[in-house]
């Protein structure tokens, strides 16, 4: 089963056109280790971040290329900008179709939302049930849960054609009532929403 990784590069103030450069070049040397998705940097939420999304084959292909990488020193050709690295697994909720590349918007919202304990069965049934309606108003191109970390959580991922596309259609999947999916956010607990711009090299952009 398709596993995904986020990375997520918190970089220094002013380094984002160094740190591209240098993912790109890292990227192109290492293609066939994993799967290229997205890489995008952080527009609103928390900044001097870039994101990058890969997919593996499976979470053993995952844990040995991530352990090549930290091994090596070289994490995604910007070490020495670096002044975090959060590197997370995901599985793709199970009726969601695998990642394409392709053109879908000028913007990514990316949230990441903690999940109670108890709470993954009950939030994959909300999403089974009212997924079908919420993506007839716009994608959401992968739902996610995590795989790794001490606390439960999932990520979903959005693309828009700009902020004011992305107000109108969360207002009117709201008022048809279409979205959230009923009783999902029950078993939710806090969220962390970051609009992102893709690079030019990204397969999704």
């Known amino acids: ?5 986020v990375a997520t590069l918190s970089i220094q103030t002013g380094t984002a056109g160094k740190a591209l450069a240098g993912i790109e070049r890292y990227l192109a040397a290492n293609a066939g280790r994993a799967k290229l998705f997205a890489v995008w940097t952080a527009e609103i939420g928390a900044l ?13 292909a995952l844990d040995a290329e991530r352990a090549r990488m930290l091994e090596s020193g070289d994490l995604f050709g910007a070490t020495d900008i670096l002044t975090d690295l959060a590197l997370d697994t995901y599985a793709p909720f199970p009726f969601f179709a695998p990642l394409a590349p392709g053109a879908f918007g000028a913007i990514y919202e990316v949230r990441i939302y903690r999940i109670k304990p108890a709470g993954l069965r009950p939030v994959l049934d909300a999403w089974k049930e009212a997924i079908a309606a919420r993506q007839k108003l716009s994608p959401i191109l992968l739902a996610a849960y995590a795989l790794n970390g001490s606390t439960p959580r999932m990520i979903h991922i959005c693309p828009y054609s700009g902020v004011d596309e992305r107000t109108r259609i969360r207002a009117n999947a709201v008022s048809a009532g279409i979205w959230p999916p009923k009783g999902g956010p029950d078993w939710l607990g806090s969220m962390e929403s970051t609009v992102f711009v893709p690079a030019k090299f990204s397969p999704l952009h």
């Open 48 to 60: 001097n971040r870039v994101q990058v999304l890969r997919g593996f084959e499976s979470s053993d």
């Open 1 to 5: 089963m398709t596993r995904y990784e």
